[in-house]
């Protein structure tokens, strides 16, 4: 059971991949099959049940990507 | 009524505080420094502000600033000052904000020297700075128009949320002359537009930076019309003796109460002469030429320049009347001289 | 579930021009939380600078003025003074700083003015498109040292912090990375203390950010994070530098 969830807003999303690379868990990847209106393939929670809802992911992120929730 | 006697760069500071002035920033530059000087004894006392700025830059941009809270700010300075201030007005232009910018103006270019010049007629008149702009250009032409004109500025900035410059020559600064004092303006003008913390409503923003070309070209025209209507409603000059005059001298400033006297002895010799006085140098009031040109036969342009203002008489007179001039820099043209200057034009045009 | 993590109410909901990876989105979000957590959003007026921040008066949700480059800590000097209890803040790039703003920001800090500069450095001119600039690093290239920043040449990276933090008027100078979330932390605390700096009274406090620029460095964001560890920190050491008790 997951302790975390991360509300995604990928329209923001320019694939920076802070998050991805910050994330104790490996919770975030991109979204291969998605392109946003920016042009860049987004962020996705590839495994949700691993996140723990720390918000590293939203606290290196610079575009307001990422909201959390924790249990 | 009470006459009290100040020197005119006191004066002008005074006019300023009595028009609510509560924010002075400056850098030294004669001639014009004792109206920081002045400033900085008085405002502490009416809890106003005094900053000496590190620069004639950071002057101009406090005022910026100043001028965004909505309080009535001003600076003073002189030509080389007011050459490093052109950025600042340029921003305070466009993001139209009210001020008064003083010049107490000296000869150029470069350092040049301390005595009174009209030289920096151009850079007043045309905006001075980047970009399609303007400022209200007031030119007094004694101590109690320093007092005068300084109210009257900040009016005119708030009428219209426009930078105006006072320009007036070294000479008036230092000039001492018994003048009445006036009342303080009392009235407040609602800013809704200024920065002071967004409590209760919508952030405001003050910026002058408009990317777009549609943006930018709507941006200016809207100043373009402003501009318009202040030509329209806000030109002001002073004609003396033109009804039926042949030569019409025209001059500004101190140089208009020499020519005056210049006039006057003219008359006394038979030369139908007159005299037209800008008190705006923008708008300048080209209608008072054009009124003044119904008899004329000759314009002379007396200037304590190389010549500058002779370019927008000619400008108002568009060809109808020749225009002459006679002008000096270093010194300022005595009144014997412009006459001989007179009565030489009027020999040659058989006045 | 209960929310930890949201948008601050002192950033507005407008999606920021920033490239990818570039810090700047997180320093605003830095300040904005500040701005929430002090509860001081509608009595705080913002300056920002020409660069790339040019338009930060958008994602700001407070009053917000647009200065000429370098000039924000005069502007920012006269509202202050005017509107004493209000909070300022000045957010500046090295290029702004440093360089065409070093006499505003020098004499405002010796003046004690009780403003809050945030001093984004990450160089060089990012707005322009990456040329050199008084904080560029010695070997650096940017498009005006194509060949690497040399001694000779250009002279020495200047320390803004170190220069500022020899000032009386300054009462907190620190300088903080957001190259990792413990610093990104740390920068957070960092700019709370120095707007406290200013409710206090004070004097003068700036934060200098070392902030990346991937665009302009060439580097992914996340191989321009490691190159700000491996490079700038170094050279410019984090820490507090000026810290007036009151």
């Given at each position: 059971m997951a302790k975390g969830r991360v509300r995604l807003f990928p329209e923001r999303c320019k694939a920076c991949g802070l998050c991805i690379e910050f994330c104790p868990k490996d919770v975030l990847g991109f979204d291969e099959e998605t392109i946003n209106m920016l042009g860049y393939h987004p962020i996705k929670d590839l495994k949700p049940e691993s996140c723990t809802?720390?918000?590293?992911?939203?606290?290196?992120?610079?575009d307001l990507v990422i909201e959390v929730e924790r249990v | 009524m009470d006459r009290v006697l100040m020197k005119g760069n006191e004066a002008l500071a005074e006019g300023a505080i009595l028009a609510g002035c509560r924010g002075f920033f400056g850098y030294p530059i004669t001639p014009?420094?004792?109206?920081?000087?002045?400033?900085?004894r008085k405002m502490p006392k009416i809890g106003g502000v005094f900053v000496q700025a590190e620069s004639e830059l950071a002057a101009i941009n406090m005022v910026y600033g100043g001028a965004a809270t909505g309080a009535r700010v001003m600076t003073a300075s002189s030509g080389p000052g007011l050459s490093l201030k052109q950025e600042g007005i340029s921003f305070i232009a466009e993001a139209e904000l009210p001020c008064l910018i003083v010049n107490i103006s000296r000869g150029g270019p470069g350092l040049g020297g301390i005595q009174p010049a009209q030289s920096d007629y151009f850079q007043a008149t045309r905006g001075g700075g980047h970009g399609d702009y303007h400022t209200i250009v007031l030119a007094p032409s004694g101590s109690q128009e320093m007092m005068d004109f300084a109210i009257e500025a900040f009016e005119l900035a708030d009428k219209y949320r426009i930078p105006v410059m006072i320009m007036a020559e070294g000479t008036l600064g230092n000039l001492m002359e018994p003048i009445v004092m006036r009342e303080p303006v009392l009235n407040k003008v609602d800013k809704p537009w200024a920065i002071s913390g967004c409590q209760g409503r919508k952030p405001n923003i003050i910026n002058t930076l408009h990317l777009g070309s549609e943006e930018l070209e709507n941006r200016n025209l809207h100043l373009a019309n402003k501009y318009k209507l202040i030509q329209a409603q806000e030109k002001r000059a002073e004609s003396y003796l033109v009804e039926d005059a042949e030569l019409v001298v025209v001059a500004f400033g101190i140089m208009a109460r020499i020519?005056?006297?210049?006039?006057?002895?003219?008359?006394?010799?038979?030369?139908?002469?007159?005299?037209?006085?800008?008190?705006?140098?923008?708008?300048?009031?080209?209608?008072?030429?054009?009124?003044?040109?119904?008899?004329?036969?000759?314009?002379?342009?007396?200037?304590?320049?190389?010549?500058?203002?002779?370019?927008?008489?000619?400008?108002?007179?568009a060809g109808r009347v020749p225009v002459e001039f006679y002008g000096r820099i270093g010194f300022t043209p005595n009144p014997e001289e412009i006459l001989q200057e007179i009565i030489r034009l009027a020999a040659r045009e058989g006045l | 579930m209960k929310k930890v993590f949201q948008r601050p109410e002192s950033l507005t909901e407008a999606r920021n021009h920033y490239c990818p990876g570039?810090?700047?989105?997180?320093?605003?979000?830095?300040?904005?939380?500040?701005?929430?957590?002090?509860?001081?959003r509608e009595k705080?007026?913002?300056?920002?600078?020409?660069?790339?921040?040019?338009?930060?008066?958008?994602?700001?949700?407070?009053?917000?003025?647009?200065?000429?480059?370098?000039?924000?800590?005069?502007?920012?000097?006269?509202?202050?003074?005017?509107l004493?209890?209000?909070?300022?803040?000045?957010?500046?790039?090295?290029?702004?700083?440093?360089?065409i703003g070093m006499a505003e920001i020098v004499h405002a800090s010796a003046r004690g003015e009780k403003i809050t500069v945030i001093f984004v450095n990450n160089t060089l001119y990012g707005m322009t498109g990456g040329q050199m600039a008084p904080t560029t690093l010695l070997g650096q290239v940017t498009t005006t040292s194509p060949y690497g920043r040399k001694v000779e040449n250009e002279g020495y990276p200047m320390k803004?912090?170190?220069?500022?933090?020899?000032?009386?008027?300054?009462?907190?100078?620190?300088?903080?990375?957001?190259?990792?979330?413990?610093?990104?932390?740390?920068?957070?605390?960092?700019?709370k203390k120095a707007l406290q700096v200013q409710e206090k009274g004070l004097g003068f406090s700036m934060v200098e950010i070392l902030s990346a620029c991937p665009t302009n460095w060439g580097l992914s964001p996340v191989e321009a994070l490691k190159w700000m560890e491996n490079n700038m920190i170094p050279y410019y050491p984090l820490g507090e530098f000026k810290v007036k008790e009151d």
């Amino acid at each position: 059971m997951a302790k975390g969830r991360v509300r995604l807003f990928p329209e923001r999303c320019k694939a920076c991949g802070l998050c991805i690379e910050f994330c104790p868990k490996d919770v975030l990847g991109f979204d291969e099959e998605t392109i946003n209106m920016l042009g860049y393939h987004p962020i996705k929670d590839l495994k949700p049940e691993s996140c723990t809802g720390c918000a590293i992911c939203a606290v290196v992120c610079p575009d307001l990507v990422i909201e959390v929730e924790r249990v | 009524m009470d006459r009290v006697l100040m020197k005119g760069n006191e004066a002008l500071a005074e006019g300023a505080i009595l028009a609510g002035c509560r924010g002075f920033f400056g850098y030294p530059i004669t001639p014009s420094s004792e109206i920081a000087e002045y400033m900085a004894r008085k405002m502490p006392k009416i809890g106003g502000v005094f900053v000496q700025a590190e620069s004639e830059l950071a002057a101009i941009n406090m005022v910026y600033g100043g001028a965004a809270t909505g309080a009535r700010v001003m600076t003073a300075s002189s030509g080389p000052g007011l050459s490093l201030k052109q950025e600042g007005i340029s921003f305070i232009a466009e993001a139209e904000l009210p001020c008064l910018i003083v010049n107490i103006s000296r000869g150029g270019p470069g350092l040049g020297g301390i005595q009174p010049a009209q030289s920096d007629y151009f850079q007043a008149t045309r905006g001075g700075g980047h970009g399609d702009y303007h400022t209200i250009v007031l030119a007094p032409s004694g101590s109690q128009e320093m007092m005068d004109f300084a109210i009257e500025a900040f009016e005119l900035a708030d009428k219209y949320r426009i930078p105006v410059m006072i320009m007036a020559e070294g000479t008036l600064g230092n000039l001492m002359e018994p003048i009445v004092m006036r009342e303080p303006v009392l009235n407040k003008v609602d800013k809704p537009w200024a920065i002071s913390g967004c409590q209760g409503r919508k952030p405001n923003i003050i910026n002058t930076l408009h990317l777009g070309s549609e943006e930018l070209e709507n941006r200016n025209l809207h100043l373009a019309n402003k501009y318009k209507l202040i030509q329209a409603q806000e030109k002001r000059a002073e004609s003396y003796l033109v009804e039926d005059a042949e030569l019409v001298v025209v001059a500004f400033g101190i140089m208009a109460r020499i020519v005056k006297k210049a006039v006057v002895e003219a008359r006394k010799r038979g030369i139908k002469a007159g005299l037209v006085r800008p008190i705006t140098l923008w708008p300048f009031p080209d209608e008072d030429l054009r009124q003044a040109a119904e008899h004329a036969r000759l314009f002379l342009s007396v200037e304590i320049s190389m010549g500058q203002m002779i370019q927008d008489i000619q400008l108002a007179l568009a060809g109808r009347v020749p225009v002459e001039f006679y002008g000096r820099i270093g010194f300022t043209p005595n009144p014997e001289e412009i006459l001989q200057e007179i009565i030489r034009l009027a020999a040659r045009e058989g006045l | 579930m209960k929310k930890v993590f949201q948008r601050p109410e002192s950033l507005t909901e407008a999606r920021n021009h920033y490239c990818p990876g570039c810090s700047h989105g997180i320093i605003h979000r830095l300040l904005a939380e500040c701005m929430d957590e002090m509860n001081i959003r509608e009595k705080t007026i913002g300056i920002c600078p020409v660069g790339c921040s040019v338009l930060a008066y958008d994602y700001f949700n407070c009053d917000m003025l647009e200065a000429a480059h370098g000039r924000a800590p005069a502007i920012a000097t006269a509202i202050k003074r005017l509107l004493p209890d209000r909070y300022l803040f000045t957010y500046q790039g090295d290029g702004d700083l440093a360089s065409i703003g070093m006499a505003e920001i020098v004499h405002a800090s010796a003046r004690g003015e009780k403003i809050t500069v945030i001093f984004v450095n990450n160089t060089l001119y990012g707005m322009t498109g990456g040329q050199m600039a008084p904080t560029t690093l010695l070997g650096q290239v940017t498009t005006t040292s194509p060949y690497g920043r040399k001694v000779e040449n250009e002279g020495y990276p200047m320390k803004m912090a170190e220069l500022l933090s020899s000032n009386e008027g300054s009462a907190y100078i620190c300088r903080t990375a957001v190259n990792n979330p413990a610093n990104i932390n740390r920068t957070k605390r960092a700019i709370k203390k120095a707007l406290q700096v200013q409710e206090k009274g004070l004097g003068f406090s700036m934060v200098e950010i070392l902030s990346a620029c991937p665009t302009n460095w060439g580097l992914s964001p996340v191989e321009a994070l490691k190159w700000m560890e491996n490079n700038m920190i170094p050279y410019y050491p984090l820490g507090e530098f000026k810290v007036k008790e009151d």
